[in-house]
């Protein structure tokens, strides 16, 4: 520094100081096209993930509902048991003119039970299929979770990168993306198995 207050540089300083902010700036660039790629990319993942969210809900409430209507035709199927027990004690407690109509009391309280019965397993094995779709469903939801995590640790590292100039955290950020993008492909290998 000079006796006047001005500082003066030698020219090879100023040509060191000036290559540092163009690596930076160059740096900072790079790091600002990589976060606004990742963005997208995670706008893309968590749009994907909610739709799926939204099937395994939609299945899930599908595999409940024909449980409780098997349930129903469980509880119609015991009521009409117990008409049909009701009808087989007349049947021993009534005089013999009486037993033909009982009988075909007793035959019809029979069939419907095959009907009902037939229905409450349809209605349980319906319950079973959307049970176990929405279980399929929900595995590459996960995956999608977990792909949209490592973006936004990448995105983080990146900003971070953008504010202190370390290259090794644009790697790591780099790295995650990597495994954020992995998880992505193999959760949109899941929805298409």
Do not use: C
């Not at 005089?95 to 109509?101: F, I, S, T, V, Y």
């Amino acid at each position: 520094m000079s006796e006047s207050g001005v500082h003066a540089h030698a020219p090879h300083e100023e040509a060191v100081h000036h290559a540092a902010e163009s690596r930076n700036h160059t740096l900072n660039q790079w790091v600002a096209i990589f976060t606004a790629l990742l963005a997208a990319l995670g706008a893309v993942v968590s749009y994907q993930g909610s739709h799926l969210m939204n099937e395994v809900l939609l299945f899930k409430n599908e595999a409940v509902l024909k449980k409780t209507h098997a349930s129903d035709q469980w509880n119609y199927y015991q009521a009409v048991s117990t008409k049909q027990h009701l009808m087989e004690l007349a049947g021993d407690l009534s005089p013999p003119e009486k037993q033909p109509g009982i009988a075909t009391k007793i035959a019809k309280y029979q069939e419907q039970k095959v009907q009902i019965k037939a229905k409450a397993d349809s209605l349980e094995a319906a319950s079973s299929r959307a049970d176990a779709e929405s279980a399929r469903l929900n595995r590459p939801h996960t995956g999608m979770a977990r792909s949209l995590i490592f973006l936004q640790i990448a995105i983080s590292l990146a900003s971070i990168t953008a504010l202190t100039g370390r290259k090794w955290l644009f790697g790591a950020a780099i790295l995650s993306a990597f495994a954020g993008v992995g998880l992505w492909v193999l959760a949109l290998g899941w929805v298409a198995a």
